[in-house]
């Protein structure tokens, strides 16, 4: 839960690196957090639910993207590298696999690394 508070509030920050951890975490927490509101509100047949549902989606947007940038830092690739997540079938495929990545071992352009600061 820390990881994903964490990248909450960082949402509007496009720089520097995000770690795996943090990464994953973050999204970990957002699907369970938002299938359970989906879910709830299907079983219940209520609108609202699915409404707030689709908030907490909108709200997520940006720390979403912002991690995910953070995160392509952390393996040494610009942020605009997101963009490859639109290219029809493969595009997500490919950003999986760079957010799967291990970290540069060593300070880059876009930060030091995230992993010599532990939380």
Not at 13 to 41: H, P, S
Not at 66 to 77: A, E, K, Q
Not at 87 to 114: H, M, R, W
């Amino acid at each position: 839960m820390q990881w994903y508070l964490e990248a909450i509030k960082n949402y509007a920050n496009f720089k520097g690196r995000a770690r795996r951890k943090e990464y994953w975490l973050f999204n970990l927490f957002n699907i369970l957090l938002m299938g359970t509101l989906y879910i709830i509100g299907s079983a219940m047949e209520s609108l609202l639910l699915l409404v707030v549902t689709l908030i907490y989606y909108f709200f997520m947007l940006i720390p979403s993207i912002s991690v995910t940038v953070r995160r392509l830092h952390d393996i040494g690739y610009s942020g605009w590298m997101y963009l490859v997540n639109f290219i029809p079938l493969v595009g997500g495929i490919i950003l999986l696999v760079f957010t799967c990545l291990d970290s540069e071992a060593n300070e880059n352009k876009y930060g030091a690394n995230p992993k010599v600061f532990v939380h």
